[in-house]
């Protein structure tokens, strides 16, 4: 084998990519993956991005791959730099992204023999990925060259469904690795021969939902009038979906059920049915003020309300879960699962419906006054504590604009934002539920720059932290990005939690608060970013308008009241309560 071979090798693999769809290619420096690179930085079809570190790249390519639903690549050197893709591919396997992670390698005759920089790659994402493909060591054969573009398909076409995820290559390279041209009358053939390689005509299977289990749940829906619709986050590219909005309306209407409208469902922000009752609130209405509904049909990730599994128990409804791809059951007693995707489900469902005798569906007037009850107690809530987190990224995302996307961190402000935030215009909600990690995100909201749309990020100070790598690979941003630094001086949620009431002295602040300590407006100007600081509301959302009204990447740090969110859900409850207890007596009266 000679260099000229293992160029022209290199040069189907990149060729390969941009055949198969892909984009958006994350390069990470080495010296082994140099062929791989330099026929990348050849190949004008894809957009390079390169980030030093690997974990960051990864969670930049996840969030290309979230934000425009197009399978994007990695490219490291062999040893320890492949192994930091794994988070991001952890995330992406379970929030069904395509991800395409190509890894250098030694060749066989250099494993398992103290080579430099050599580990055993084989198996390393484990049952994290949708496949796991190994190109063996180049090789001069058309028969060879042929399987290099067949498995880069395979890989690439198993990435994009019937459940999407990630997947890896494995690429040995021998030395020496730099590009050479051909200069042998074989080699050229080769050459010619790799470049008239014509790619197959490939799209991944599509999962549909069984007619029967769908046939079951319209006859259930016409039987039960006291129904619920809950809709927990959904993937990004479904604001964008052509008829997810109308059909999930269509559906409420024709069941005459209320739609539980999650801050990841795609539902919060933008037009809605106005003979929909959309309730945004679910969260801060106590169990026993909430209708018992004896239906449930369930879409999108596990709702992340805390209230949910305790209205569950107490409802005991019959729950369908409208899955996707994954068993969304984690109490194990759905009365139904049914799998396959969930628009065309949804698009079925409404279309049997449609069919159906006229369904006596009871107006969900009680959920309507609940919701708006909450709605006003939250408010009212938000103005009693307006240091609070929550009254910071109410206002962040109020101003963010139209078609932008916002992303929103694990912990804290996932709830804060399912608590607050609703209405306005449209916008697309990108969250990190697969895996729930606080990892990573300033790494993958530069990489949801890559769909061409202001990116608004909201985060804790220690998420901030725990991705301050994801600074750097943020000057990759194609588009303006403001980073929202929720500051409360630590991981507020444990305040939450049993264990800040155990008596453990200083222990709580130092092993579960652990408050960074970091100026994140300091960290940013000293990489070259601008920065804010707002001390206000009001100023959060005068600095993300101006952020993303301009290129480039702005973070604004945002300090907050250490126990802002906690207070604002409390007071929101017990406003609620005395509003609803006054309902009452004014009712009887
Ligand atoms: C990668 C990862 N490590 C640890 C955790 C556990 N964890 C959940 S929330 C949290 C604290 C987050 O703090 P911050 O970002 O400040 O958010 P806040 O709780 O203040 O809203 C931690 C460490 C996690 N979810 N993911
Ligand atoms: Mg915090």
Known sequence: MSAAVQTIWADLVAASLADAGVRVCVISPGSRSTPLVA??????????????????????????????????????????????????????AMADVPLVAITADRPPELQGCGASQTIDQRGLYRSFVRGEFD??????????????????????????GGRPGPVHVNVPLRKPLEPAAPSTDVERDLARFASDLRTPLALPPRVVADGAMLDALARAIAGEPDGVIVVGAMPAHFASHASWRDDIFALAVRAGYPVICEAGSQLRFGARERAVVCVDHFDLVPTAELPAAKLVIQLGAEPVAAAWPAWLQYAKPARWIVAGHGWHDPDSNARAVILGDVSDALARLVGILESTPAIDARTPARWAEIEATAARATASAIEQHARSETAMVRAAIEASPEGSIVQIGNSLPIRVVDHACAGGVARTVITQRGAAGIDGLISSAAGATRAGKPVLLVLGDVSFVHDLGGLVAARAARAPLAILVVDNRGGQIFSGLPIAKAELGGAFAEHWLTAPGIDPAAVASALGLRSVTAASAQAAGSAVAAALADTGVTVIHAPVSMSGAHDVRRTAIELFLASAQEQRVWRTS
């Open 135 to 160: 190109l063996g060591a180049p090789s001069p054969s058309e028969g060879a060259l042929r399987a290099v573009g067949r498995t880069l398909h395979q890989a690439i076409t198993l990435a994009r």
């Open 39 to 92: 026929a990348l930085a050849k190949e004008s079809r894809l957009e390079l991005v390169t980030i030093i570190d690997e974990r960051a790249a990864a969670f930049f390519a996840l969030g290309a791959a979230r934000a425009t639903n197009i399978p994007a690549a990695l490219v490291c050197t062999s040893g320890t730099a492949a192994a930091h893709y794994l988070p991001a591919i952890v995330e992406a």
